[in-house]
């Protein structure tokens, strides 16, 4: 199972990892899922997360991403988190950055723990300076079916800046503990612009409560079949 939460990034379309600016706004997902669980950080506690990934569409070239986030429970329920990523195709290079938090709206032992996830993501792109990309607002659900088995679901409205249009983004995932240290995930994700994702991933606790490394490979479900592969470390102190 999950332990507290994840922060997030920019886009619901971009909700897939960092490749398309920071990877989905409300909560830098608990990975190997995009999809976020309700889980908030306790006060003081923090976490610090780098994730590699690499997007891929039939005749295109790829697109290299990197990002690293660090966020901290604040108390009060809520948490918040700060992060940057870079991405590259070819020689073009564009960054972003975003501000995301999470307040639970539950006690978290509630039989279905909600939480609200929001966040503001920036972005440069070659020949320009900073601009707000997008805002993004989030219902975030969780419920454990079995020991050991979680399902998350959410609900997200994003509103793109330079477009000045808003979109329905959604995520279902399934979480399953394998032993001690391990836990397999799987997700369909996506939002009312385009074609949904799905997405498989690890995850391995390889400091039990202190690090843990995973990867994830998704496709959207879509003709040209784009696909993205990511991996990522995370330690909490």
Same mark, same amino acid.
């Given at each position: 199972m999950r332990h507290a939460s994840k922060a997030k990034s920019p886009g619901w379309a971009a909700i897939a990892g960092l490749c398309g600016a920071l990877a989905s706004l409300?909560?830098?997902?608990?990975?190997?899922?995009?999809?976020?669980?309700?889980g908030v950080l306790e006060r003081g506690d923090c976490e610090a997360e780098a994730v590699?990934?690499?997007?891929?569409?039939?005749?295109? *070239?790829?697109?290299?991403?990197?990002?690293?986030?660090?966020?901290? +429970?604040?108390?009060?329920?809520?948490?918040?988190?700060? /992060?940057?990523?870079?991405?590259?195709?070819?020689? *073009?290079?564009? &960054?972003g950055l975003a501000l995301v +938090?999470?307040?639970?709206?539950?006690?978290?032992? /509630?039989p279905v723990p909600l939480a609200? +996830?929001?966040?503001?993501?920036?972005?440069?792109?070659p020949g320009t300076g900073w601009r707000h990309a997008e805002t993004s607002v989030a219902l975030l659900a969780g419920m454990e079916l079995a020991?050991?088995?979680?399902?998350?679901?959410?609900? /997200?409205?994003? &509103?793109d800046a330079a477009a000045r249009q808003g979109s329905t983004g959604w995520g279902v995932g399934l979480e399953q503990a394998a032993g001690a240290d391990w836990a397999v995930a799987g997700e369909l994700y996506g939002d009312d612009r385009e074609a949904p994702w799905w997405n498989l991933g690890l995850r391995w606790s390889a400091v039990p409560e202190r690090v843990t490394l995973d990867i994830a490979f998704g496709r959207q479900i879509a003709g040209g079949r784009p696909q993205r592969l990511s991996v990522g470390a995370k330690l909490s102190f």
């Open positions: 409300p909560g830098h997902a608990a990975r190997p899922l995009v999809t976020d669980d309700p590699l990934g690499r997007d891929r569409a039939p005749g295109t *070239e790829a697109v290299r991403a990197q990002s690293l986030q660090i966020g901290c +429970g604040l108390g009060l329920q809520s948490q918040i988190a700060l /992060a940057t990523s870079q991405e590259r195709a070819g020689p *073009e290079r564009t &960054r +938090g999470k307040t639970a709206l539950t006690a978290a032992d /509630a609200l +996830g929001w966040g503001l993501a920036w972005q440069r792109s020991p050991g088995r979680q399902l998350v679901v959410n609900l /997200a409205h994003v &509103r």
